[in-house]
Nanobody
Framework: QVQLVESGGGLVQPGGSLRLSCAAS????????MYWFRQAPGKQRELVAT???????FYADSVKGRFTISRDNAKNTVYLQMNALKPEDTAVYYC?????????????WGQGTQVTVSS
């Protein structure tokens, strides 16, 4: 059973920082890519950051230059460092991983962690 568990969310003032963690129950090398999504109230879930198995990273324009996705292979953990946070970054943040190919493709989601940016 593949599990992803997020942590690190909370309340932070505008301009502040948070680091989210996503701990996997197996080596993250098993995943084709790892992602961070977010979903604000009344809005669709949106892709925030991607890290491929080779280490390439991609970001949504709205977070580029402020957020950084990284990984610690020894800890089977992916991180999202969030700096210069804005109220519009308020959302539930989800970690996702996918593995396999073709008919064996599978997506795995964490339970989410709330990030609230407010003064």
């Amino acid at each position: 059973q593949v599990q992803l568990v997020e942590s690190g969310g909370g309340l932070v003032q505008p301009g502040g920082s948070l680091r989210l963690s996503c701990a996997a129950s197996l080596s993250i090398f098993n995943f084709n890519a790892m992602y961070w999504f977010r979903q604000a109230p009344g809005k669709q879930r949106e892709l925030v950051a991607t890290m491929t198995s080779s280490g390439s990273t991609f970001y949504a324009d709205s977070v580029k230059g402020r957020f950084t996705i990284s990984r610690d292979n020894a800890k089977n953990t992916v991180y999202l460092q969030m700096n210069a946070l804005k109220p519009e970054d308020t959302a539930v943040y989800y970690c996702k991983g996918n593995k396999g190919y073709g008919a064996s493709w599978s997506d795995y989601w964490g339970q989410g962690t709330q990030v609230t940016v407010s003064s």
